[in-house]
């Protein structure tokens, strides 16, 4: 035997002999209904009863009690009672015995029923009752009537007489000595006399919701809430509630209200969801929990490793959020659901009145509420938001009230935090115009990631490191990751984002969203936070193309604050707008070029080749020209932001646009570059400087505005533009570039051409991504054409599943 079985083996034997010489214990846990119908078993009309006397009793073999034990129900209807010292309770049975304080169901003695054993670890015994039933002397008015009559469940087989120990005297009603049973071996059933009736009987509590809704931690700390506290109060102690097992862990003094408010650690967020949902489960009849249940899979929690306990906590929180909200009214013969409904989905729905705006919001505050701390996708919720949703649902338009201006002001960093914009961006006033409800402000990849090399894609010092939802760890690119994120979660109906090189298709194609990089000036950029207002475009990220198309519809146009790039783009929009363009026949007669080096090479997708193969047979199939083997000259200096000329202008140009953009806001506590450098130095802690630095913004503030080195490196990328791409396209007569992933943006950054990507696939790990589809400036009538029939050919999407991001469990303590 070798010196690790030998210790394996010496371990084996220490633990056998301390289980063998430790002390036994043993839990008993049960729960009682008030059977309203008197039909013998618990239905939806049936409540737990508060302050009902239960007892236990355990049969020795000569037919006599060797244990004997009673306890009285809590507010949630639970009795739990502990033995030490006890090693088998299968013999023993419950059953109710009086009236307590609270109950309105007159409490008479229901059958009994005989223990189980749910669970034995060394020392600990847990076991279960089943449900103990009490009925009136009459069913409740509202029961459905019968004519034939529904038996009370059957008494287990033998309960022996009952013969209370001489040391055992209840106060009332006094011990009886029922007669010895007929045959020795089958005793008769154990009846209890009745107990004392109440002098007035409690009114029954109100009848749950009957739809399916659920509230969030913080919604059930507020009193303004429609969800109120039923059956307990927020002074109510956990112990009280959840048993022995959570006052071990969490103490006897912490209060409900208390729990709610946990957070730091795996115990205190399971504490805090398992509550909620317990509220949940009081309130909706559809909850996917029983209150009952909720207890047991707190306990079962508690008692089981870190991972166990992080895995219920999550699942107790997808409950609260109201996830896959149904709503049972019939759209084309089919059910409405909220999660991946389309623009036009939500539209029919408000028309034939089968959805408002108010339920809308509610169902994204609900996600927000609950993903959000996962995700951190979201930086701020409009306070305004169900105003401007109820507005909505009287006219139908833009709210002409007073309201607070939503600009793109903060950048993930802390030091706009407080600036006020003098107004709306561009771009969100003509959803506003168009009677859009703006939900909030999505997370970034701070300054654009622009402000140190050594910042992760996502993450911001305002909301963390934002979490792709498909894959735990997976990168879910930047900039605009929290508009991608919150819109692949099912968050928002759609959203917007800014892109200077990548920053739109990147999150798109890691997120499997559709997203726009419009031509430069086809969209304002008038109040969004700049970087290079010679790269820069606003465009939409949805989970459809014809989403993408309708919101492109109405962001686009002459903007006098922005009014030389957007006059100069206004030809490319064509009369009717883009909708007219969502054609699903659209590949038909295109010709589409595919360049794969370096971009095949740089794909960090496993299944590359493969996917890529499957879907250039896809396009060919739907009438596509698919040219291969293409190249653009000179692609190496391009895919170098340093040779192309990129990094040097980037730096001059984002100096003078912040600049510029600071001095014009109402309030803020940073006015230039030098500003917020200062800011960041003096905060490092909030901003993580010695763990990121500031690199970029330093070598940006040396730079002193557009000089002859700048001119050149814009001269250049025109240049490698024209002679590159543009050549490509026209001397090969195509309608647009292929790719698989995102790495052709600064192809299109560079020359300020447009894009669209689209779910393509997923990996083996489940992180997604897109194929691209990029054409000259103004292609985007083509570009529509050409994703919406690829998408509808493939249908990929598909929303994330959650469960997925448990191995991040950390992020949502």
């Known amino acids: 035997m070798d010196w690790s079985r030998k210790l394996s083996f010496t371990a084996f034997l220490i633990v056998s002999a301390a289980i063998h010489g430790a002390y036994g214990e043993a839990m008993v846990t049960g729960t009682v209904f008030c059977d309203q119908c008197r039909d013998g078993q618990i239905s939806l009309s049936d409540y737990p009863l508060y302050g009902i006397k239960v007892k236990m009793a355990c049969p020795g073999s000569d037919g006599q009690f060797t244990m004997w034990r009673e306890e009285t129900t809590n507010w949630l209807g639970n009795y739990a009672m502990k033995f030490e010292g006890t090693s088998d309770l299968s013999r023993c049975y419950a059953q109710v015995s009086g009236n307590g304080q609270g109950s309105g169901c007159g409490a008479a003695a229901g059958p009994a029923a005989y223990l189980r054993l749910m669970f034995r670890m060394f020392d600990m015994e847990m076991y279960t009752v089943d449900p103990l039933l009490s009925q009136p002397a009459q069913p409740m008015p509202f029961c459905p009537r019968s004519t034939t009559p529904v038996l009370a469940p059957p008494t287990p087989a033998y309960p022996p007489p009952v013969r209370l120990p001489p040391s055992v005297t209840p106060a009332s009603p006094p011990p009886v000595r029922l007669p010895a049973p007929v045959t020795p071996t089958i005793p008769p059933p154990v009846r209890l006399p009745p107990p004392p009736q109440p002098r007035k009987a409690s009114p029954l509590p109100p009848a749950p919701f009957l739809e399916a809704s659920s509230c969030s931690h913080q919604q059930w700390m507020m009193p303004e809430h429609r969800c109120y506290w039923k059956v307990i109060s927020p002074d109510t102690k956990v112990a009280l509630v959840f048993g022995l097992i959570a006052a071990r862990k969490y103490g006897t ?110 169902y994204y505050l609900h996600r927000i509420t609950t993903l959000n701390p996962v995700l951190r996708s979201v930086i701020e919720v409009n306070p305004d938001a169900f105003h401007q949703a109820d ?131 086809l969209t304002s950029r008038a109040g969004v936070i700049p970087l290079s207002l010679r790269q820069d475009t606003i465009g939409p990220i949805c989970r459809t193309v014809s989403d993408a198309t309708c919101v492109l519809d109405l962001i686009v146009g002459f903007d006098p604050r922005d009014s030389e790039a957007t006059q100069a783009a206004a030809k490319f929009i064509p009369a009717g707008g883009y909708k007219q363009f969502l054609n699903e026949d659209g590949l038909r007669g295109k010709t589409l070029g595919v360049v794969r080096e370096p971009f095949i090479a740089l794909s960090k997708t496993s299944l590359t080749s493969q996917v890529f193969e499957s879907h250039l047979r896809t396009l060919r199939q739907h009438g596509a020209t698919v040219v291969e083997y293409l190249d653009i000259a000179n692609i190496d200096v391009i895919m170098n932001p340093v040779l192309c000329g990129e990094s040097s202008a980037l730096l001059a140009e984002f100096k003078l646009c912040m600049n510029d953009y600071l001095k014009e806001l109402t309030t803020s506590p940073v006015r230039s570059l030098a500003d917020v450098i200062a800011f960041n130095t003096n905060n490092p802690d909030l901003e993580r400087i010695e763990e990121f630095s500031q690199e970029i913004f330093l070598a940006a503030d040396l730079t002193n505005g557009i000089g002859e080195e700048e001119r050149e490196a814009v001269e250049m990328m025109e240049k490698l533009s024209r002679d590159g791409f543009e050549k490509l396209m026209l001397e090969n007569e195509l309608d647009a570039i292929v790719t698989l992933g995102s790495d052709y943006s600064s192809v299109f950054a560079i020359g300020g051409y447009p894009a669209i990507t689209v779910p393509a696939g997923y990996d083996t790990d489940g992180m997604p991504f ?44």
Not at 787 to 804: G, L, M, N, V
């Open 253 to 362: 003094d912490l209060t409900l209200s208390q729990g709610m408010n946990g957070r730091g650690d795996p115990y205190r967020t399971l504490l805090r969801e398992g509550t909620t949902a317990l509220l949940n489960s009081y309130n909706t009849l559809q909850f996917p929990y029983h209150p009952l249940g909720v207890i047991q899979q707190m306990n079962w929690a508690l008692m089981g490793s870190t991972q166990q306990v992080l895995h219920t906590a999550l699942r107790f929180m997808r409950a609260n959020s109201g996830n896959g909200l149904i709503i049972s009214s019939a759209i084309s013969g089919q059910d409405f659901t909220i999660e991946e409904a389309t623009i036009k989905d939500i539209q029919r729905a408000f028309t034939e009145k089968k959805l408002t705006s108010h339920q809308l919001v509610d």
């Open 391 to 521: 507005q909505a649902d009287l006219v139908r338009e833009r709210n002409n009230d007073s309201h607070r201006f939503l600009g793109d002001m903060h950048a993930g960093s802390y030091a706009l935090l407080g600036s006020v914009v003098p107004r709306d961006a561009g771009v969100v006033e003509r959803l506003r115009n168009a009677g859009a409800v703006i939900l909030g402000k999505a997370s970034m990849s701070e300054w654009y990631d622009f402000r140190s090399l050594s910042i992760p894609n996502g993450w911001c010092a305002r909301s963390g490191q934002a979490v792709n939802p498909y894959a735990p760890g997976g990168d879910p690119c930047g900039s605009s990751s929290g508009s991608a994120i919150s819109v692949a979660a099912n968050m928002v109906t759609v959203s917007l984002g800014t892109e200077t090189d990548g920053s739109l298709i990147c999150p798109g194609d890691h997120n499997s969203v559709v997203a726009i990089k419009p031509t430069i000036g």
């Open 770 to 813: 897109g194929i691209c589809f990029g054409g000259l400036k103004g292609s985007e009538p083509i570009l529509i054409e050409i994703a919406y029939a690829f998408e509808q050919a493939t249908q990929i999407r598909k929303p994330p599943f959650f469960d997925s991001v448990e191995s991040n469990c950390k992020d949502i303590l």
